[in-house]
């Protein structure tokens, strides 16, 4: 099964765009979880559990276990062997590089880490996106329009009569339609009802709803029918910090889905 | 001491603007070297005992160790340890994400990893750079013009009056001019050059001597008296693939600096 096929079965089967974010923070761990990179895995063990029949696809941060060295990127490692094998697995690794480099990272995330889908930095240009595009059966996310402020300095410019975000997707969907999508910010819903009229066919991986402040009503009615993983991290997996909180975090994401409906 | 008095001092000292890519291949691997992670630290070992008196620092591209897992990690965190205290090292990384998690990797490379210096991706703007320029003591090379064929697609593309790269060297300087530097490939000496008019203090890490096929001498006349890292990675670490592979590494490297001079 390729990764855009499991994420379709996943979104039909939970009737879900939720995507959870599993940006571990060992400050803010809850009760009964220890501080530590078991705590890492039994954390995301109990929100795995408490939430895969409501969400399409999960996403880990490299940076967010990655700042905890060598020990952080192996409880990544082991927390991805933990999410079942029907819910497609994002690697939020924003990668790129000259070619040769960039198949070494292609290796990495999808042979070594074994995620489904990667997001890729687009500003090297072609060479530095298609060592992702080769895995065929894998899903790469390119970025697009961010969620963060600075989408202001560079994505937003005007390059001729278009930005260059709308540059960088019409672009990239000449390098490979099959198994490419992009990641658009929740706090921009004008501009993906903008982008879906370039491309409603390809997911996008929306961040932004939740603790970044992205609307989710604008956000569907932006995106429309089309295939989408709506990312929320903060504000599923740390919205309790008692020992119930992987329970509250299931409430959050119900509720996230409700609005879905 | 910090990263830019570092690479000031090393550069005297040695009369060098030599940077060696450390860009571990195993399958490259000459006669004698283990093709394993332990065969990686060796390798290492001995390319920069054999050349650490004719650089001014070392490079060390994630992917290279990534793609060999969390072991491979590992082997690149022990080569780092290996490198003499007063040679810039450079964690050729190219990360860049929303700001929390930007700060996160600043952590990972500048802490955990131990390097001088990183490699940072622009494209998501002033957020996802500042967590780096915060290390005042350390020193940060955003992406501006890469020597690859790629650069055609975004970077060279024209906002208003200037070209994208342009616009980053401006902006990024605004945001920090101390502990800054930017990555201009060598396969692109006259746009080196119109850098270099808008600043010829800041160091430039300057990729794409060797394999990539950029030429020194237009390098070298572009840049002037400015700082700079002059990048050859396989040109120079697989220059033989016989047991005596770092006495021809250091040949390589002679030359290159005697062209230096």
Redesign the interface.
């Known amino acids: 099964m390729t990764a855009i096929e499991k994420l379709h079965q996943a979104t039909e089967r939970n009737k879900s765009l939720l995507c959870v974010g599993l940006?571990v923070d060992i400050s803010k761990f809850p009760d009964g979880i220890s501080r530590d990179m078991d705590g890492i895995v039994e954390f995301n063990r109990q929100i795995i559990e408490a939430t895969s029949d409501l969400v399409n696809s999960y996403k880990l941060?490299f940076?967010?276990y990655?700042?905890?060295?060598?020990e952080g990127?192996?409880a990544m490692?082991r927390s991805i062997q933990l999410i079942p094998n029907n819910i497609l697995i994002i690697g939020d690794a924003?990668?790129?590089?000259?070619?040769n480099?960039?198949k070494?990272?292609a290796?990495?995330v999808f042979e070594?880490?074994g995620c489904d889908a990667i997001t890729v930095?687009?500003?090297?240009?072609?060479?530095?996106?298609l060592p992702f595009l080769e895995y065929k059966d894998k899903l790469t996310f390119v970025?697009c329009l961010?969620?963060?402020?600075?989408?202001?300095?560079?994505?937003k410019?005007?390059?001729?009569d278009q930005t260059?975000y709308e540059?960088?997707m019409k672009?990239s969907l000449e390098w490979g339609s099959e198994n490419i999508g992009f990641v658009t910010g929740a706090t921009h819903p004008s501009e993906i009802e903008k982008l879906r009229r370039i491309n409603d066919k390809v997911p996008f991986l929306i961040p932004g709803i939740g603790a970044?402040g992205g609307d989710l009503k604008a956000t569907l009615k932006a995106n429309g029918n089309s295939p989408a993983c709506i990312n929320a991290s903060r504000a599923v997996i740390y919205a309790s910090s008692e020992s119930n909180f992987a329970e509250v975090a299931r409430k959050v994401a119900e509720n996230y889905v409700a609005e879905m409906k």
């Open positions: 940006d941060n940076a967010f990655e700042q905890y060295g060598i990127l192996e490692k924003k990668r790129g590089d000259i070619g480099t960039s070494a990272y290796k990495a070594t880490f930095a687009p500003y090297m240009g072609k060479d530095s996106v970025l961010t969620s963060n402020p600075g989408s202001e300095d560079f994505e410019q005007n390059i001729g260059l540059l960088v672009r970044q």
